[in-house]
Structures are given as C-alpha cells and as structure tokens.
C-alpha cells in the first residue's frame, strides 16, 4: 500500500511540471502568396467585414519587408530558415536553365537550401511538423512528419498519382477519404484549407506550414487591386475567419496563427532581354547550347551567372554602358557600384554582377532578337524590397500577451517560431548593410 503510494507521488511530481506550463504551444504559419501591403490602406478593403474582424483581434505587422528578389520560393526558404537567399541558396523560382534542360522546373528541392529549417529544428526537439504544400519541400517524408509537398508536373489524374507516391505514405489518400480533396498543385485555396484543417484536427502537430497560391495566380492575370484580386482576398477572408474562430474554440491561449505573404504587387511597363545582350556578344550559343554568361531574372533584379570552367572575363563596363542604352532604366551593378555589396550579402554572393530595374521595366529571361519591348506589361513582383509596392504583410493571433517576434521583415517568421514554439534556434549570420541606391 503504502510503496503504491510512493510510486503515484512520485508520477504526479513527474507530470506536475508539465501541467504547471499549460498545453505545449502549437503554431500554423499560413502563407498567403501575393498579399501586397497596400491592400491594408485600401477603402475597399477596409470594407470586409471578416478581415476587419481579424484585424481587430491581431496584431497587425504592414510594410514587411521581403527577399531580394521578391519572389516566391526565395522568400518562403527565408521564411523557415531565418537566412536571406544569399545565405539559403535559393535565388529565384527556377534552377539557372538557360536551355530548359528541366522542361520548365522550378527550385522544389531542400536539398539546394544550405540553411537549417525550422522542420528540422522541430523534429530533433521532439515536435511534430504538418507541411501543406509549402514552396521548396521535395525532400524525404522522414524528415517531416505529415508531408505534402508542393510538386507539380502532370495536370489532371496523373498529377494525384504522384503526389500519392511523394507524400507521407497514406496521408494523400487519408485526406482525399475524409474531406474529398484530392491535394494537388491545381487544388483551390478552400480545398487546401479543408484538408490542412483536417490534418490540423486528426493529427495535431505542433507546428502546421500552410501554402496558399490563388491570390497571387489572380493579381498576375488581373492586377494587383482589381475586382478580381479584392473577390480573391474576400474569399480568403472568409477561410481565415474560420481557422481562427476553429483556434479560438480549441484553446487559443497556447496556439497562435501567423498569415504571413512573400511580396507586394506592381503594374510593369516595358520589358527587357539581357540574355538576347549576352547571346549578341557571343556568351550563349543557341545552335550548339552552349554558354558562358547567363543573367538569372527574377522580375525586376538579375544576377549574373559564370558557366563552370568558364575563365574568360566579363567586359562589365562595356556591357554596362550597352544595357542602359537599349533597356531603359535598367542598370549594371558591379564591383564598382555603392549597391554591390548590399546585393552580394542578401541575394548572390558568388554573383559576378547583377542587374537592377530603376522604373517599372521587367526583365525576361529568354533571348532572341529582341532586346526591349516598350508596349510588354502586365502584373508581377521581384523588384527591390525597399520598393513601397514590394512590402508585403503578417498578421499574428496569439490570443495572449505573450511576447513574440514582432514581424519587420519575411526572415523574422523564422525568429517568432522559433520563441513560440520554444526551439533553441542557431541565429542567422545575416549581413544587413545599408539599403540600395534609389
């Protein structure tokens, strides 16, 4: 009798800790890609009802400031490693490719990321991590305990199959039975929010990564601001009202939801091909595929790429002077130039130069025998972060006065994460330097 008292007293101290503490902090980060800063000074976006209601309960970060270039996978890699792209290694949404051996790839693999992820962090401090989708997460299932990467290669039937085949062995088919939704690249925001609250529900992890493209599909074909963007981020409205209400009734002291986005929006004027440059001056030959320069673009930056076992120099002065005479505002950053040591620590530092649109000019990467198209626009992203049209946004539901990361910049994701989740995080050895040149 009296040693099962012990052993019940000794339980008890064991578990009194734990309970002292509260329930173990939970977190869903929820990226929605495209949603600008802007939208929050907008009448008619202070006109939703939902998001107003949100705002009001949040805490409200506007002008974040993301990546250079502002582009979707390399903001989402610093999102979860704390790191600029200089420093994680992704650089753009696409692999340099100058000959499309990829057949149109883009940079989906953790194995190109040379910093460490917030999953991996998670996983060896015994916390579970959901991933719904989360851009540059093709990497083993182990690694990540209910796994759903963002892939994309065949539309229709054939596209299921393979996620079925990439995902945590059963959850795609899990998910399909219990909420009807067949995840894919092509799956609409709400069917992607349905089956994340299921894995949410079913499976409680203690941190949910969750991807949501649709308001940055509508803005390219639409604009930024237009009817159909503001229906888009209504309809968005709704689903977040939702998942926070769902938080709120689960507990909500101990769990927080983060909406944060990647990049503004912007209307582009004119289009430029530096690579049709490079091709002219004989750096791509297009007949044997052969090249030794090759200008990586993201929107409205470029880096300069060197071919391996390439030792020729390039003439930067001369191309210099060609670009900014047949791009207009377009401009050659080199060695020489006050922004190039802003640009080698946050975007390339193996980069031998880099281009920077001044205006609204876009840069393509294709060549041919054109070099600027005056009359090209249409919508975009991926100029510099300090561009007011770039800044994006997070929005934070803690549900307490906990103190948390406040959110200035896309990296800092990393760093609330890291303090709510209560990870021992290594600190990012990121240079900040003074900002570009206008």
Not at 160 to 169: E, F, L, N, Q, Y
Not at 419 to 429: D, G, N, S, T
Request: glycine fraction near 6%; proline fraction near 5%.
């Amino acid at each position: 009798m009296r040693r099962s008292f012990i052993v019940g007293l000794l339980f008890l101290c064991l578990i009194a800790p734990a309970g002292a503490k509260g329930k173990r902090p939970r977190l869903i980060i929820w990226s929605i890609d495209g949603f600008a800063a802007g939208y929050l000074k907008q009448p008619r976006f202070a006109e939703n009802e939902n998001w107003q209601y949100l705002l009001r309960r949040a805490r409200v970060y506007g002008d974040v400031e993301t990546t250079v270039p502002a582009v979707t996978y390399p903001a989402h890699t610093s999102m979860i490693t704390g790191a600029h792209p200089a420093r994680h290694g992704i650089q753009s949404n696409h692999p340099v490719d100058p000959f499309n051996l990829a057949k149109g790839g883009w940079t989906w693999y953790t194995a190109d990321v040379h910093a460490r992820q917030l999953w991996d962090l998670a996983r060896e401090q015994g916390k579970s991590v959901a991933n719904m989708q989360w851009p540059v997460t093709m990497t083993q299932t182990s690694r990540i305990r209910w796994h759903i990467p963002q892939f994309d290669r065949a539309r229709g039937p054939e596209e299921a199959k393979m996620m079925r085949v990439i995902s945590t062995p059963g959850l795609h088919r899990e998910i399909e039975k219990e909420t009807g939704v067949s995840l894919t690249e092509y799956s609409t925001d709400r069917e992607r929010l349905n089956a994340a609250l299921y894995v949410w529900e079913a499976k409680k992890p203690d941190l949910m990564l969750l991807y949501h493209p649709g308001l940055d599909a509508t803005e390219h074909a639409a604009g930024p601001y237009s009817p159909a963007a503001y229906a888009a981020l209504d309809d968005l409205g709704k689903m977040a009202e939702k998942l926070v209400r769902k938080v709120r009734r689960q507990g909500h002291e101990n769990t927080a939801v983060l909406i944060v986005s990647d990049h503004g929006f912007m209307t582009f004027r004119g289009r430029c091909y530096p690579n049709s440059l490079l091709l002219q001056q004989g750096f791509i030959n297009a007949e044997q595929k052969t090249w030794s320069f090759y200008f990586d673009t993201a929107g409205g930056v470029a880096r300069l790429v060197r071919n391996t076992g390439v030792t020729q120099q390039f003439p930067a002065a001369r191309f210099a002077a060609l670009v900014s005479k047949q791009c207009p505002g377009i401009e050659y950053v080199d060695v020489d130039h006050v922004d190039y040591e802003y640009l080698r620590t946050h975007y390339s530092k193996n980069a031998e130069g880099f281009l920077v649109s001044r205006s609204n000019t876009v840069m393509s990467p294709s060549w041919g025998a054109q070099i600027f198209d005056e009359a090209a626009t249409g919508h975009t992203h991926g100029f510099l972060p300090q561009r007011e049209d770039m800044k994006t946004v997070a929005i934070a539901f803690t549900g307490n006065t906990r103190k948390t990361v406040p959110i200035r910049h896309v990296t800092d994701t990393y760093r609330f994460a890291c303090r709510w989740l209560r990870l021992e995080c290594p600190a990012q050895k990121n240079v900040h330097r003074a900002e570009p040149a206008e």
